[in-house]
């Protein structure tokens, strides 16, 4: 699998070399994600069983300059993800399983307001094996993940950055405030180096 990965860095490293347009990196990246979910055994079957508590976050792959990561999350049945942005571009595949997704847009009220923003829900999916969906700010970055269904899912992600160390965001949608935060891989080193 180690040597997908390095042809995974080498395509991606030729959309990014292309274009620093997000819309156009993801269109650019997407066969690649496409390809990695038709791989067999992407997750070693150990890590591909869910967590008791909560989603589990792995790191699959980044090349040495972070240019983008390959994360893998499992979700139990009933598991949910708070609604969050990512501050960078992302694209999200289905390789096992449904999650439900949805999205939303935060709406400036303006300075005097208070609060300052509203957190619109914009629409719901559910995305089921094979299906790939995107993020990228500022207008399409805020979502909810969650696998309601009684089947664990298994999701993969290309992101523009080691998303286990990226500031960013949960939203709290009912006061439209946000809190800081950084979510960590379950594993230090990535599984494929
Ligand atoms: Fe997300």
Request: no cysteine; hydrophobic share 40%.
């Amino acid at each position: 699998m180690s040597a997908q990965f390095k042809e995974l860095e080498a395509a991606i490293a030729a959309v990014l070399a292309a274009s620093d347009d997000y819309r156009t990196i993801i269109e650019g990246v997407r066969p690649h994600l496409r390809k990695l979910l038709a791989e067999e055994g992407l997750l070693p079957a150990e890590l591909a069983e869910p967590h008791p508590d909560k989603y589990a976050q792995y790191l699959l792959y980044k090349p040495e300059n972070e240019a983008f990561s390959v994360v893998a999350f499992v979700w139990g049945a009933g598991q949910v993800a708070p609604v969050h942005d990512h501050l960078i571009w992302g694209l999200v595949g289905v390789y096992r399983g449904a999650v439900v997704e949805k999205r939303y847009r935060r709406v400036d009220l303006g300075e005097a307001a208070e609060p300052r923003y509203e957190i619109r829900e914009v629409g719901e999916v559910t995305a089921r094996q094979g299906d790939i969906s995107f993020v990228y700010p500022p207008d399409h970055d805020i979502h909810g993940v969650a696998n309601p269904f009684g089947e664990p899912a298994i999701t993969v992600h290309i992101y523009g950055t080691d998303i286990g160390k990226q500031p960013r965001h949960i939203h709290d949608v009912a006061s439209g405030s946000a809190r800081d935060v950084v979510t960590k891989h379950l594993n230090e080193v990535a599984i494929y180096g």
